[in-house]
């Protein structure tokens, strides 16, 4: 977290005030909200109206889709298909999949290429001759694990021909890149503060005010009736502060990080010829590296770098914490072992140059290690595309 | 020593590793995930490797200050130990599941992999002692001998107990349990996991039923040849056996008719009086040792279940089986069990039991 993003936060913790109470100390907290709604639609490109706070991307995310799906179902009763990415973060593939299993929508995943880049050409042929019945389209700006970034602005013009509502994930963009809401032509986008140096637990719906959502939780309204609860003052204060300095100093943070991620790159390939660097050359976060170590498993690796104070990550952990093989590289087209052989490592705006350094060091006997404890049977993790 | 320590979730584990921490170990901490469907909580004793019980080895990691991950290890779980004890019944034996979990996950995929990763040895809560002996190191029974668990452990080979730590073996459980109290750890109060753990209701008929496809047959009489009832699927029978045997055609002595062989090649269940059960000889297959070889014709203690008397006997090597004559009659051995071979509180080693049999002597 900035440390300006701390103390904006503790700060506020012993000021009475519910934003939505009437007296002066309701008024008081109300006025920082507003404040501070209106700092995240002017980082984000939007209107400040249209900047609905949430408890975090997970739940933003899930009034998007639920919301706009029961929505457009209620209005246009054939509209029941979702159409999502295949690369998708968990916190849209479960609430995509508990529409399918309890709510009697169904889904079309939209394939990724080699290189977890979801196209047009993609999406279209995800929407195929008929999108009478697709209720919204789902599709992140930016994957989380091996950090390809799609073109949204695209992909937009392609739900715009057929008049479908879009949804975008962008949690993991705004601290890496520029983003303009109403550029983008989306009709909804999650953000959430613990990715741009804020705090957890917060986060934000960008949604247009033609935008309708059943809301998910009832109880107030107070947020446009989309999300009720009593709204957080301190940490939507810090959230705001933290994505305001986010941006001021993006262009540094960029070109700095670029250059350490760079060298990490180059450095992991030189160690380990046989990696495979996964994700976008291109179009890619400039924080993220993903690799490949064919032969060793990743949470080997992981175990064994945490042992040296190198801490990366391996895909995804299931809720008993149990690694399964990455979905994201699965919907790449990597085998069950290869999905399996994978680490990820981020920097942030702190990462310092003696971080990777130290990751350079632990690396080779890390990789030797973890090759001589081999592969263990592969699980019968479920297959998604 | 760089240990790697097995946590369930429970109290046995956890205090082991708290032990071994104290011992000035660096330790780090793993929970084996066997279930591929892990349930949210059990209930009661049945029942592992539910996310609750993953959380609960976290935080007993966590006080302890060691470095906590989980292995899926779910695939092997179900090849090697339920796919096994499905085929092992489906043949006609009564297999134990613990003691193949021991064989081939914990002691085997567990120990290989903490190897390869630089460990030097593998904790866990089982309630056994290590000793070093002049061959080298020995495993002997623990000290509390309700908590004995050196039976399940008896399939270990001398190079696995040399990279094996027992720290709860020269305790009771009353005081492993106090301990736990007195450490803070918050399972203390937890129950002690029973029966087999993949199938958590504790019906295992039921569940090899679901697993097993039942064809009704005859049971028969092994005396007379004559059919005194029917089943409803033989591998649910096990010798030994008495309860749900339906007999509607009381024999004419009055004795009541026991399970003395599963036939099922030919779906029969044999049944006959308690005295066929006796046996005195033990054919074994499959050996595996925990130390040197024993002389042909040792004296010997055998043990043929988790919690039963050790039985005085003689060892003999034959070409392919082993040979082990009791001193006493045995009521009730099926194939498939596995005899674990004691020199005094010293396991020797064990077989599965593939033949038992009345000597012609007795």
Redesign the interface.
Known sequence: MYPEAVAAMTNLLAQPGNPSSLHASGRRARRLVEESREKVAKALGSRSAEVVFTAGGTEANNIAVKGIAWDQRKKEPQRTRIIAGSTEHHAILDPVEWLVESEGFSVTWVKSDTYGLITPDALREAIGPDSSDVAVITIMLANNEVGTVNDIIALTAVAREHGIRFHTDAVQAPAWLELNFADLGVCAMTVSAHKVGGPHGIGALVISRDCHVTPLIHGGGQERDVRSGTLDTPAIVSFATALEISKARRTETVARVRIMRDDLVRRVQEIAPEAIYNGSIESRLVNNAHFTFPGCLGDSLLMLLDAQGVECSVGSACNAGVPQPSHVLLAMGADRDAARSTLRFTLGHSTTQTDIDALIVALPSAIDRAKRAGMPTLTSAPVRV | MKVLAALSGGVDSAVAAARAVDAGHDV?AV?L?LS?N?QSHRTGARGC???ED?NDA?RAADMLGA?F????????FQ?KVIEDFISEYAAGRTPNPCLRCNESIKFE?VL??AM???FDSVCTGHYAQIFSGPNGPELHRAIDPLKDQSYVLGVLTEEQIAHSMFPLGDSTKVEVRAEADRRGILVAAKPDSHDICFIPDGDTAGWLSRQIESVPGEVIDVETGNKVGTHAGAHAFTVGQRRGLALGNPTGDGERRYVVDVDVKNNLVMVGPPVLLDIDVIEAIKPRWAGPLPSNGQSIHVQIRAHGDALPATVHFGEDLITIQLEEHLRGLAAGQAAVMYDGTRVIGSATVSRSRRSATV
């Not at chain 2, 991950?69 to 092997?76: I, N, P, Q």
């Open positions: 780090t929970h995930a591929r892990p490797c539910t996310i993953s976290f470095p991950y989980v292995w899926d290890l779910s695939s092997e090849e995929a290989d992999r390869a990763l630089g």
